[in-house]
T-cell receptor, first 115, second 118 residues
Framework: NAGVMQNPRHLVRRRGQEARLRCSPMKGHSHVYWYRQLPEEGLKFMVY????????ESGMPKERFSAEFPKEGPSILRIQQVVRGDSAAYFC?????????????FGPGTRLTVL | AQKVTQAQTEISVVEKEDVTLDCVYE???????LFWYKQPPSGELVFLIR??????QNEISGRYSWNFQKSTSSFNFTITASQVVDSAVYFCALSEGGNSGGYQKVTFGTGTKLQVIP
C-alpha cells in the first residue's frame, strides 16, 4: 500500500511564475490537507479538502493560492505569480476520515525555491 | 483556539543520555488528540504516536516513552539512551476532536531540534 505521494520533490521557480504541487493520497483516503513549513518553523495548516470540495481554507493566503481535489486525479496546490516568500516546504497529508479520529499520513513534501 | 507550545528550540545531548522533549497544549475541547512527529534531516515527517484525551495512560515503545498529564496540559516525550539516529526535529501536534463530530484541523508546535552527539 503506497503512502502519500507528492511531486515534484523539489521545484525551482523564478518570481512571477506559477508553481503546481501535486499530492496523491493513500489508497482509500478521501481527506487531503496541505501544510506549509517555512524555514526553521513548524507546519502551518493551509487547506483541507475532500473529494471535489474545499472544507476549510482558513490557512490559505487570500491571493495567488488555490487548491483543488478533483474526482479523478491528485490534489493540486497552485501558487500563481510566486514571490521569494513562498519558498518553503509544502506537505500534503491524507486521512481515511476526520483528522481528529484518524491519523494523518504525510507525504515527503515538495520543497519550493523561488529565485 | 488551540495552541501547542514547544518551549525548547534546540537540545543537544551526548549519545546514551536520556532526553525529554516538552509539549504544552491549550484547548477548550474535552475531546482532543495529541501527536508526536519526527522530522529527520531528510525532511519527511514520521508519525510516532497519537493519544486521545480520555487515555492518560503513559506509553512506552522501545526507547521512546510519552507522559500525558491532563492536569498540566502536557504531553512530554522521552528518549532513553539516545542515539545519533535520533537527531531530528520533533513536532508535537494537537487536534480537537469536535464534540459534534466535525472536522478539526491539526495544530503543530514549532518543533524541538534534537542533536545527539556521538
Amino acid at each position: 500500500n503506497a503512502g502519500v505521494m507528492q511531486n515534484p520533490r523539489h521545484l525551482v521557480r523564478r518570481r512571477g511564475q506559477e508553481a503546481r504541487l501535486r499530492c496523491s493520497p493513500m489508497k482509500g483516503h478521501s481527506h487531503v490537507y496541505w501544510y506549509r513549513q517555512l524555514p526553521e518553523e513548524g507546519l502551518k495548516f493551509m487547506v483541507y479538502l475532500q473529494k471535489e470540495n474545499i472544507i476549510d481554507e482558513s490557512g490559505m493566503p487570500k491571493e495567488r493560492f488555490s487548491a483543488e481535489f478533483p474526482k479523478e486525479g491528485p490534489s493540486i496546490l497552485r501558487i500563481q505569480q510566486v514571490v521569494r516568500g513562498d519558498s518553503a516546504a509544502y506537505f500534503c497529508a491524507s486521512s481515511a476520515g476526520l483528522a481528529g479520529y484518524n491519523e494523518q499520513f504525510f507525504g515527503p513534501g515538495t520543497r519550493l525555491t523561488v529565485l | 483556539a488551540q495552541k501547542v507550545t514547544q518551549a525548547q528550540t534546540e537540545i543537544s545531548v551526548v549519545e546514551k543520555e536520556d532526553v525529554t522533549l516538552d509539549c504544552v497544549y491549550e484547548t477548550r475541547d474535552t475531546t482532543y488528540y495529541l501527536f508526536w512527529y519526527k522530522q529527520p534531516p531528510s525532511g519527511e515527517l514520521v508519525f510516532l504516536i497519537r493519544r486521545n484525551s480520555f487515555d492518560e495512560q503513559n506509553e512506552i515503545s522501545g526507547r521512546y516513552s510519552w507522559n500525558f498529564q491532563k492536569s498540566t496540559s502536557s504531553f512530554n516525550f522521552t528518549i532513553t539512551a539516545s542515539q545519533v539516529v535520533d537527531s531530528a526535529v520533533y513536532f508535537c501536534a494537537l487536534s480537537e476532536g469536535g464534540n459534534s463530530g466535525g472536522y478539526q484541523k491539526v495544530t503543530f508546535g514549532t518543533g524541538t531540534k534534537l542533536q545527539v552527539i556521538p
